[in-house]
């Protein structure tokens, strides 16, 4: 298996723009997961789907942020519109349902908003 | 006050020598705690995951203990090697689904040098 595949790996952008970033998550995983990390903040989970559902999306941190699952092979995180402090790595995993299996994270997405 | 506290923020050793790092935790109730290894530049990597039953947990030359009734975590490296330089970061999930509510560490920095 490729593993979890996130695209672009590098984004730059302007502020007040869309931004789209996009995952695909092992197959046969039910359990997909976006993060964002900063030196400032660490490791944050924004949100997270069982079977393309979203159960817990308590750390978005506001309405700019939206994430959707169609289908189980693909996910997206959507800024709209971005600001600087947007700026950081995001990382797609995905994982089998319980709780205590092992995420596989993908490489990230690093996101720079001028 | 981040309720997953990790020591030292980073340190350096020499090749061939062990190291412990350490977190302690304040999230209740406890579901599982998981380490994770993340090197510059790539997303995070399970190293282990262990319930409340579950005092230690090895994963090659890694060695993670949990002693719930303190809220304390360690992981040891046995005989680091210049591949080990990275992040380890510490992750604590709360309540009755291991994926809800994850408290995240800022992680200890480790550098091997030869």
């Known amino acids: 298996d490729a593993g979890v595949i996130q ?6 952008t302007e502020m007040g723009q869309e931004v789209t970033l996009r995952c695909k998550p092992i197959s046969g995983h039910n359990s997909l ?3 964002r990390q900063t030196m400032m903040r660490g490791l944050e989970l924004l949100i997270y789907f069982n079977n393309n559902v979203p ?11 939206s ?5 189980a092979s693909f996910s997206t995180l959507k800024i709209q519109p971005s600001e600087p402090r947007d700026s950081a790595v995001y990382f797609c995993a995905s994982t089998y349902s319980t709780g205590t299996d092992t995420q596989y994270f993908g490489p990230g997405t690093r996101l720079t908003v001028l | 006050k981040n309720q997953v506290e990790q020591s030292p923020q980073s340190l350096i050793i020499l090749e061939g020598k062990n190291c ?13 705690l998981r380490w994770y290894k993340q090197d510059t530049g790539r997303g995070p990597v399970s190293l282990t995951i262990m319930t409340f039953s579950e005092n230690t947990k090895s994963n090659g030359r ?3 203990t949990l002693d719930a009734d303190t809220k304390q975590s360690s992981l040891h490296i046995t005989a680091s090697q210049l591949s080990d330089s ?6 604590v999930s709360a309540g009755r689904h291991g994926n809800n ?8 920095q480790v550098v091997v040098i030869p």
């Open chain 2, 62 to 64: 890694y060695t993670a």
């Open chain 2, 86 to 91: 990275a992040s380890y970061i510490c992750v």
């Open chain 1, 7 to 12: 695209s672009p790996r590098h984004e730059v």
């Open chain 2, 20 to 32: 412990t790092l350490q977190c302690n935790y304040t999230v209740s109730p406890f579901s599982n």
């Open chain 1, 55 to 65: 159960i817990d999306d308590s750390g978005m941190p506001e309405d700019r942020f």
């Open chain 1, 33 to 35: 997961f976006w993060y």
């Open chain 2, 101 to 108: 509510r994850l408290a995240f560490g800022k992680g200890n």
């Open chain 1, 67 to 71: 994430a959707k699952m169609p289908n």
